[in-house]
């Protein structure tokens, strides 16, 4: 926001804020009152208040990845987050910052339904013909029953090599089998 060219930012996660934003623009209303954003306004900086965590992932849309086709092949890697946060205060990583920013606005770790996860994959499957998963949460394994239910699922339903990452501290004998 310091910078001269720059005339408004996203503090935090933008699922709300922005299409808030948006949608205010759009309609000729007033948008510097719009949570999460910080604003540029006659030579002052303006910093709006942080909203709680957005905690219902399953109500985001599945990401639309067709225009990442003309870059790489969307099927030999499949790119999915299915939970949001990390457990840990790890300083050299941005999920320290996002731990302090919503600090008492509710769980910052977060996880989508398996449901959520499987059709999504479905639709992959379907649509881009995938060969392999790749999850990017910051740590897959932290929620052991989630973990349990889903798997059964996935290889049922999906039955593809996947890769995630995980910590030492969520895993054991039944997680890895």
């Not at 990442?68 to 299915?82: A, K, V």
């Not at 840990?88 to 989508?112: A, E, P």
Request: charged residues 30%.
């Amino acid at each position: 926001i310091n910078e001269k060219h720059v005339d408004m930012v996203n503090i935090g996660e933008g699922f709300e804020s922005i299409t808030e934003l948006v949608s205010l623009m759009d309609s000729g209303k007033d948008y510097f009152d719009v949570k999460n954003i910080w604003f540029k306004y006659q030579g002052k900086i303006m910093k709006n208040e942080i909203r709680p965590v957005f905690g219902e992932l399953d109500r985001l849309p599945y990401p639309d990845k067709d225009i990442f086709r003309e870059y790489f092949n969307i099927s030999d890697n499949y790119l999915i987050m299915s939970s949001f946060g990390c457990p840990y205060h790890c300083t050299f990583c941005g999920n320290n910052l996002f731990l302090k920013l919503y600090k008492g606005k509710g769980s910052y770790i977060r996880r989508r339904s398996h449901k959520n996860v499987i059709e999504e994959l479905k639709i992959a499957k379907a649509k881009y013909n995938i060969k392999v998963v790749n999850f990017l949460d910051d740590v897959f394994t932290t929620d052991k029953k989630w973990l349990q239910v889903f798997c059964q699922t996935y290889k049922k339903e999906i039955g593809l090599p996947f890769r995630t990452i995980t910590h030492p501290k969520f895993v054991d004998e039944d997680i890895i089998k």
